[in-house]
């Protein structure tokens, strides 16, 4: 089976799609991923955050792969991307969405405002709250069992024919690029809102909404 780690940068979708399935641990819990969001690096792609280059924020994002990028959405809430491909060029995959596998009662302390197991993770930073995972995660290894969180093949892939692809969610660029990828009909999804403009301009393009 070939895994997302062996993709270069410029196959970040395909990374994306491979990482569909995959098992997300951390603090007691565990997730099947049910959705994720690719972004591109340099001049390729308006909506990442390493667009304009390397910053002291973004810098996780130019590799080496396997790492987590964590960053704050309006002032509160938690992301979570898996940067890929070969280092020094930037390239990472939001975690968007996933299925409770294992932890259900600690995932549900975590999330109290979850009406149904289905919603525990049903977004970007629902999912890190069921996780119990904060900025402390940033630049962490998802692979080699360093950080908080480890990342874990499944038994088996998923079949091609499973996967959905669509817009990316809450972006303020290139909105209609198909690079969100999801189980299809898997109840954990999150809901598709497209980008709406807000008045603050210092909020962020990845994965902006969906919370």
Known sequence: MTSWLDLPASAVDEA??????????????????????????LGEDPASHAHRGVTRRNAV?????????????????????????????????????????????????????????????????KLMQALGLDRSANATSVVDGSGPATLRAPDRALSPDSIAAGPRVGVTSAHDTPWRFWVAGDPTVSAYRRHSPRKRRDLPTLGGTGI
Do not use: H
């Open 16 to 41: 994306a799609r491979l990482l569909l399935g995959w098992l997300l641990t951390a603090n007691g819990v565990t997730v099947r991923l049910t959705e994720v969001e690719a972004y591109s690096g």
């Open 61 to 125: 994002m130019f590799g080496p792969a396997g790492r987590l990028y964590v960053y704050q959405i309006y002032g509160m809430y938690l992301c979570a991307n898996v940067v890929c491909g070969e280092e020094g060029v930037a390239a990472a995959v939001l975690l968007r969405a996933g299925e409770v596998v294992d932890g259900l009662p600690l995932a549900r302390q975590r999330r109290p405002a979850a009406k149904r197991d289905a919603d525990l993770a049903a977004g970007p930073a």
